[in-house]
């Protein structure tokens, strides 16, 4: 059986939404140049921007936890398809 948070059948699942590959991410753009090239990084090459939810949920498994979670955010439109991308994944016990 996969990772479990407890005997309770909970799951901590995380949900990753950035923009897609193929469009411009200004927000990482902007941290790049105004923040990180400027301080000196230049073996930076690129950030990407992205928005981290945490959910804590009851699945009988993490693959039905990932299903519950992607199926909330996609009847909420908690991100947008047409302009972004959502990972998701459960993992076991707590994270930070």
Do not use: Q
């Not at 927000?27 to 105004?34: D, R």
């Not at 039905?64 to 996609?74: I, M, S, Y």
Request: glycine content about 6%; aromatic content about 6%; proline content about 6%.
């Amino acid at each position: 059986m996969g990772p479990r948070i407890n005997n309770n059948d909970e799951w901590l699942v995380e949900a990753v939404i950035e923009p897609k590959p193929s469009l411009r991410d200004p927000e990482g753009e902007t941290i790049l140049k105004a923040l990180v090239h400027r301080e000196g990084w230049g073996e930076v090459l690129e950030i990407r921007s992205a928005k981290l939810l945490r959910f804590k949920v009851k699945a009988i498994s993490p693959e039905e936890a990932e299903r519950l979670v992607k199926k909330v955010c996609d009847d909420l439109r908690l991100y947008n398809p047409v302009s972004s991308t959502l990972k998701v994944r459960a993992y076991e016990g707590s994270r930070g």
